[in-house]
């Protein structure tokens, strides 16, 4: 059966990743499985309502700011924009995750734009900071002030909030400083994150699987799976999609290499 937005939510004892059995038209285009990681080519929108079991999203959404994505326009109106975030993130909920962490836009923090698009019932339990290296720019195209920061939001289902590592994970979590360059490397796509620094908050993480609805590249694939985690990735973009496998399938050729 289809789960949708309605049914009762998963818990993370849910076997990970058991994919739902699928009907429809919104099947992915293709999937994907290297060695861990789970793949999907399609609308993450399409695609999580057949996934269960993920237990935390570490994530880099699209900021509605006119960048040059290859297939997605991200210029959405400011309301259908956070309407649509909502959306994925209640649908990441409904597939198992209890826990969220992604990087946004401060200034949509400070306007207070943030409740609005997480899951009913979630709140917000810490928010720490990535400072980059280099000069950002100015502002975006849509005038949005660019930044030399970005914070990190982590929220969670109500009491679901948990620290991993040494003293709840403390050690180097409210603010990622030294050497997280912007980039760190081209895999094809325009914003990839800094490896770096998605490590860093996949290993705040004591969850056996973590998902990026909006993957990109795969970085965060990448850090996932260096971690022994299990990992669930969707990409709209066909080309991005394509790096994004490659980029994996060359981590895990060289995790067995190094082994
Ligand atoms: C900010 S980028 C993520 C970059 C990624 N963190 C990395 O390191 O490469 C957002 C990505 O979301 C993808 N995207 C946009 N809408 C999507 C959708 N509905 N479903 C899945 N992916 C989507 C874009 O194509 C883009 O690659």
Request: glycine share 8%; charged share 20%; with cysteine.
């Amino acid at each position: 059966m289809k789960l949708t937005t309605k049914s009762r939510p998963q818990t993370s004892d849910a076997k990970p990743h058991a994919p739902k059995r699928r009907t429809d038209r919104s099947r992915p285009s293709r999937i994907e499985h290297i060695g861990d990681a789970t793949l999907y080519l399609g609308d993450c929108l399409q695609v999580l309502p057949f996934i269960a079991g993920i237990n935390a999203v570490v994530t880099d959404p699209p900021y509605n700011v006119g960048y040059r994505y290859a297939s997605y326009p991200d210029n959405l109106p400011p309301d259908l924009y956070l309407a649509w975030l909502k959306q994925c993130f209640e649908a990441c909920a409904t597939a198992g995750a209890s826990q969220l962490l992604f990087t946004w836009q401060g200034i949509r923090v400070a306007n207070g734009e943030l409740p609005v698009c997480l899951p009913t019932g979630w709140t917000v339990h810490h928010l720490c900071a990535w400072m980059k290296r280099e000069f950002a720019g100015d502002r975006w195209g849509s005038n949005h002030p660019a930044y030399a920061w970005e914070p990190i939001i982590w929220a969670s289902r109500p009491g679901c909030a948990r620290y991993a590592g040494p003293r709840g994970g403390h050690a180097a979590r409210d603010a990622l400083l030294a050497n997280h360059h912007r980039h760190d490397g081209d895999w094809g796509h325009p914003c990839k994150k800094t490896l770096s620094v998605v490590r860093t908050i996949v290993n705040w993480l004591d969850s056996e699987a973590i998902a990026d609805p909006w993957m990109g590249s795969g970085t965060t694939g990448v850090a996932a799976l260096e971690a022994g985690k299990k990992f669930i990735g969707c990409e709209i973009d066909p080309g991005y999609f394509e790096r994004a496998c490659e980029r994996i399938a060359a981590s895990q050729k060289q995790m067995r290499l190094g082994s």
